[in-house]
């Protein structure tokens, strides 16, 4: 069972830190740096938004950002019809330096052609049904899983939800709020049932800050973090190194 009270104090503590900072500070820092082709508001739309989400699968911001700015300046205007009918490997070379450019290359050209053919290009209808039936059809579309599906939901359609990202599945384990070994639904559930849903979108944003910051995936910077106090600090072994097979 969730602490309510620490759990609510370590939220504390992360907003007091964090109040005046950005929340998305990589993805303005990359957008800075490339100045150029991203409009913020492409972020909002809820086309962008979807392809935006399939390229931040398993990858940093920066790489995220880079690899859509790659995509704008190969293909143009970023909507259904171009990404359906765009060659897969010129996809692949656009996107090349998000990672896992094969893979997403694909899932991209997929999920534009389901969002043409089911929705007529217009992925904002889904928006129009609540919000379990709104899931629902996300997670039928190809290359959308339960985290880009939420994301999407709470970003563009303004739904209370908490998405588990790995940040914030490593974080809430490590300091104790749920179990290394429950699934996202589990930890959705125990994470809401402690918190008002009109916190769940900060909470989110915290929870991420803090796993960028200090409770880094590889070496946590404990000695730093602003909730040391309160933290159980339930930090995984070291991985052992894999022998040379030379
Ligand atoms: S004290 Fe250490 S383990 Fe706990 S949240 Fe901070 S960095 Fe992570």
């Known amino acids: 069972m969730i602490d309510t009270n ?67 300046k190969a293909i143009g205007d970023i909507n259904p019809e171009n990404l359906a009918n765009a060659n897969e490997d010129f996809v692949k070379e656009a996107i090349r330096s998000g990672g896992l450019y094969n893979v997403k290359a694909k899932r991209i050209i997929e999920v534009s052609n389901y969002i043409l053919k089911t929705y007529n290009g217009d992925i904002s209808s889904i928006l129009k049904e609540s919000t379990e039936e709104a899931l629902k059809q996300l997670l039928k579309i190809k290359g959308i899983g339960i985290k880009t599906a939420e994301v999407f939901l709470v970003y563009i359609g303004k739904r209370k939800l908490f998405p588990i990202d790995t940040n914030i599945k490593r974080v809430l384990w490590r300091i104790g709020i749920t179990n290394q070994k429950n699934k996202y639904i589990i930890i959705q559930e125990k994470v809401k049932k402690n918190l008002e849903e009109d916190k769940f979108q900060l909470a989110h944003e915290l929870l991420i800050r803090l796993g960028r910051d200090y409770c880094k995936a590889p070496q946590p910077k404990c000695s730093d973090c602003p909730i040391n106090e309160l933290c159980e600090k339930n930090i995984e072994p070291p991985r052992k190194k894999r022998k040379n097979s030379k």
């Open 6 to 72: 620490r759990f609510t104090n370590i939220l504390q503590v992360l907003f007091n830190k964090y109040q005046d900072q950005e929340i998305w500070k990589e993805v303005n820092e990359t957008l800075e740096e490339i100045g150029g082709n991203i409009d913020k508001m492409d972020f909002y739309d809820p086309f962008k938004h979807i392809i935006i989400g399939i390229l931040a699968q398993n990858t940093s911001d920066r790489n995220c950002v880079l690899a859509y700015s790659g995509l704008k």
